[in-house]
């Protein structure tokens, strides 16, 4: 009797994990070729950032498309000594670079400061504020612009990093996320235990409560990061004369890609790859350092589009 | 036991602080935020270009949302000189209308060209990286991969598709399609070709694949925690009763998925009627062509009010922004209509029929109860 069971049990037992196994090949090989359609743009794009213009224009098989050449160095150097007027890779990563970090430290500071004055203290409109930041989150941006935009005319504000930078302090989505996590993690004793000691409600914002929401800030800071170095729609609206007269020139990176295309018909396929490249690879290597927190982050319904 | 320290705190009002510190969130919010809305709104009742300082009542919106018929003849010359300027006056608004019409339909096109394969997509990669029946060895890797296109900058991936997929013999999207047999020697990819009406479908289908390609990571990272949050019980309780994976998805996975299913529909529109990046890098890529079959409302507001060189239309800039600005609430709303909690809704109703019973028999033997 034993045996007869054991042998009904493994067929039943062969053939349900024979199912499971094929079901998971077909599986794997699915999301092998997604990761293949993911990632082909990306490995096209930096194979063409190694050619000549001339090397792109003559290519006609797939062998050759899929195959890298010789020429990034090449690329790289006419790409930063053509700095006209308007294009300038330099310049595009330090605009760039100053409104991002502005920004994402102003979002990230004044949204925890919003979320824990709402969340610690005790005040008539406590509640309709926390209300009215919950509507405003669901606002899209182009329904404003227009009144931003001639509004910022109105106060010669266009034409600078100011309506770029300081609206990052109010950042809806950001403070809603903080004060789930408050919610959840950080215990109002620890303020009053800080007032017994005499600290005042400033310093233990700065001193206590920031460092216990580390890993709030952290991940809402990459975002921020991230919408704000590829943030091209805000930029081309407010900067409308980017060079002021020919004395500066104000575009960030997405501005001066956007340039290049805009110039294709006399650019130089090699150099505009190059240039994609050259935006987009830092963000990628920070990605991938950066990954865990970034997926856990958007599981959590850290970002919004 | 409160010591007296404590109850000393106890009895100091921290209010102000709670007052001080939600301030610079609502200075800035107001200032930047709220007040340009408000503007907006303000905007969409005056004129345009010259004669922005004036109010026109519903002007703007008449214009852009009901057509204005005029006779074409009425425009040639030879006509009576008054007969032509009404005519031609009549033409332009008409377009105006035309144009609105056309990126509003562009706009849901693509919207719903994105959305399908993106939820489909999703949702079966959610309900199989959380299935822990199946062993797919490198799911973190996948979820890495899957999502990383959605971090790139949208500017550098319209551009980079612009060239994949130019109308060129030598673009990577011509090379695949020769070499694949799709396309045949001497033909090539046609998207970005001046020709209006050859060309509705394929740039309109570069735009959602970009779309599909950035955002289905993003959405099967946010399913996939809402499956995770199910109770993993009530699968094995499925399970053991036999029940298929199709069953389980249909009568575990969805149901209780909804509210998170809902949150993606709803932001995905919300996101949808926003796109800008794509459709304005595509439309503007080649001096004097305009691929008017991918122009979003987000790119018509965006024209109106940036116009270049001409005095920009601030109103029906503002015009449009307004009915984008109801088109979101109410879409926004019909949806949350459609998915409150029924059983809630029934309890309620329950509860008051029962307040109701017992509220008569008091009546009935005299309750001072009213």
């Known amino acids: ?305 | 036991m409160a010591s007296a320290a404590q109850r000393r705190i106890k009895s100091i009002s921290y209010a102000k602080y709670g007052y001080i510190f939600i301030l610079p969130f609502f200075i800035v919010y107001l200032f930047f935020q709220l007040w340009p809305l408000i503007y907006t709104f303000i905007l969409a009742f005056k004129g345009n270009q010259s004669n922005g300082e004036n109010f026109v009542g519903f002007e703007n919106f008449n214009h852009l949302l009901f057509s204005h018929p005029y006779n074409i003849a009425d425009t040639r010359p030879g006509v009576d000189r008054e007969i032509r300027k009404a005519a031609n006056a009549a033409m332009a608004i008409d377009q105006q209308h035309q144009d609105f019409v056309r990126c509003l339909k562009n706009t849901i096109v693509l919207w719903i060209g994105n959305f399908i394969p993106q939820i489909a997509l999703s949702l079966s990669l959610a309900v199989w990286f959380t299935d822990a029946k199946l062993k797919i060895p490198g799911k973190g890797f996948f979820k890495v991969v899957m999502y990383m296109p959605n971090i790139i900058t949208a500017a550098s991936v319209a551009v980079l598709f612009l060239q994949l997929c130019a109308d060129t013999n030598y673009s990577a999207a011509t090379i695949l399609g020769r070499s694949l047999g799709l396309l045949k020697d001497g033909e090539f990819f046609n998207m970005t070709k001046d020709i209006p009406s050859q060309v509705i479908w394929p740039p309109r289908v570069v735009v959602m694949f970009i779309q599909t390609w950035m955002w289905f990571g993003n959405t099967m990272i946010m399913l996939m925690s809402g499956i995770m949050g199910i109770n993993p019980s009530l699968f094995e309780a499925a399970s053991i009763d036999g029940a298929s994976s199709g069953q389980v998805f249909r009568k575990i996975t969805i149901p209780l998925l909804a509210p998170i299913l809902v949150y993606t529909v709803v932001t995905s529109m919300i996101g949808g009627l926003q796109m800008f990046d794509m459709p304005y890098l595509f439309t503007t890529s080649k001096d004097g062509s305009h691929i008017k079959n991918i122009e979003t409302i987000a790119v018509y507001i965006y024209g109106k009010f940036h116009s270049g060189s001409i005095e920009p239309s601030y109103g029906y800039s503002g015009a449009a922004s307004v009915i984008l600005f109801f088109i979101t609430g109410c879409l926004g709303m019909i949806i949350f209509y459609l998915n409150r909690d029924k059983d809630e809704i029934a309890k309620k109703k329950q509860r008051k029929k029962l307040a109701k019973q017992f509220k008569a028999q008091n009546k009935q033997f005299g309750g001072l109860s009213i």
Not at chain 1, 31 to 38: D, E, G, S, V
Not at chain 1, 128 to 139: D, K, Q, W
Not at chain 1, 237 to 256: A, E, H, S, V, Y
Request: glycine share 6%; hydrophobic share 50%.
């Open chain 1, 1 to 305: 009797m034993s045996s007869m069971k054991s042998v009904y049990g493994d067929t039943a037992k062969d053939n349900y994990s024979f199912k499971i196994k094929l079901k998971s090949g077909i599986l794997l090989a699915w999301m092998i070729i997604l990761t293949i359609i993911c990632l082909l743009p990306i490995y096209i794009l930096i194979l063409n950032a190694t050619r000549t213009h001339g090397e792109i224009i003559s290519m006609t098989g797939l062998g050759k498309l899929l195959v890298p050449s010789g020429h990034l160095g090449e690329n790289i150097k006419n790409l930063s000594t053509k700095t006209s007027e308007d294009f300038s890779l330099l310049i595009g990563y330090k605009n760039s670079l100053i409104i991002t970090v502005f920004a994402t430290f102003l979002t990230v500071f004044f949204s925890a400061m919003t979320a824990y004055g709402i969340q610690v203290y005790e005040f008539k409109l406590k509640e309709v504020s926390y209300t009215a930041i919950l509507l405003v989150m669901m606002v899209p941006v182009q329904v404003t612009s227009a009144g931003f935009v001639k509004f910022m005319i109105n106060l010669k504000l266009t034409n600078s990093f100011v309506p770029l930078i300081i609206p990052a302090v109010a950042a809806p989505a950001v403070v809603y996320f903080m004060r789930s996590y408050m919610k959840s993690s950080f215990p109002l004793d620890i303020v009053e235990a800080a007032r017994i000691d005499g600290s005042s409600e400033l310093r233990t914002f700065l001193t206590i409560a920031i460092p216990m929401m580390k890993p709030a800030i952290a991940v809402q800071a990459i975002f921020a990061f991230i919408a704000n170095w590829n943030n091209f729609y805000t930029p081309n609206m407010i900067l409308i004369d980017p060079n002021k007269g020919g004395t500066t020139n104000l575009r960030t990176l997405p501005m001066m890609l956007s340039i290049l295309q805009a110039s294709q018909k006399t650019a130089d396929y090699g150099m505009i790859y190059t240039c994609i490249a050259l935006g987009i690879i830092p963000i990628i290597i920070a990605y991938i350092a950066l990954s865990r927190f970034i997926i856990a982050g958007v599981a959590l319904g850290g970002v919004k589009e």
